[in-house]
């Protein structure tokens, strides 16, 4: 049995390689969903939509999102985001106690893990949540991706990569969108 485990465990770690990248790879490769015609002086004059399957702006670089929504997100996803290291084990824990009483619990994956989910397809939510060995390949896909990149990275790329509504990805999106200002100005409120 325990040979079984470590075989299963083995193959869901080597089942995910999205954490290989690096920061600058993932920002370097992001696309927006528009294309911007400028003028000679840099001033954008049109923008085409090119991507009509999803609306993804600029990315967004993290002194540019306003601080109450950095502090409204890391409150409402994960609270010991700045005090783990990509798993946040109390969490694991009283969701599992939850599940074994079959009581409504929140989940446990951390922005790390989030991430990861996001950046490799193997990892991706399906309709029917995660499997064991997806989960177990996003829990050590995040611990990678906290030992090569730094917090502040994370949460930037976490912000530009999240699908929030519909067809918007990112908070550039979201933001333009649904508050008409970019990130840097979101309130409060706005943020909540």
């Known amino acids: 049995l325990l040979q079984r485990f470590a075989i299963f465990l083995v193959a869901a770690c080597a089942y995910s390689t999205g954490a290989a990248a690096t920061f600058n790879e993932i920002k370097a490769g992001y696309q927006s969903s528009d294309t911007h015609i400028l003028s000679r002086e840099g001033e954008v004059l049109q923008r085409l ?20 929504l950095r502090t409204a997100l890391v409150l409402s996803e994960d609270k010991r985001f700045y005090e783990h ?58 611990q990678s991706l906290e030992r090569n990149w730094r917090k502040d990275q994370i949460l930037e790329a976490y912000l530009n990569l999240v699908p929030f509504k ?17 990130a840097h100005g979101l309130g409060q409120r706005e943020a909540a």
Not at 99 to 120: F, H, P, V
Not at 166 to 182: C, H, N, P, Q, R
């Open 166 to 182: 519909g067809e918007l990805v990112g908070i550039d999106a979201i933001s333009g969108t649904l508050f008409g200002k970019a």
């Open 85 to 142: 290291s990509g798993v946040d084990w109390r969490a694991v824990s009283s969701a599992a106690w939850g599940n074994l009483w079959n009581t409504k619990t929140r989940g446990a994956s951390t922005i790390t893990m989030q991430l990861a989910g996001l950046l490799d397809e193997d990892l991706r939510r399906g309709s029917g949540g995660r499997s064991v060995v997806q989960k177990l390949g996003q829990t050590w896909s995040a």
């Open 49 to 68: 939509r090119t991507d009509a399957t999803v609306r993804r702006g600029q990315w967004v670089v993290l002194a540019d999102v306003s601080p109450a």
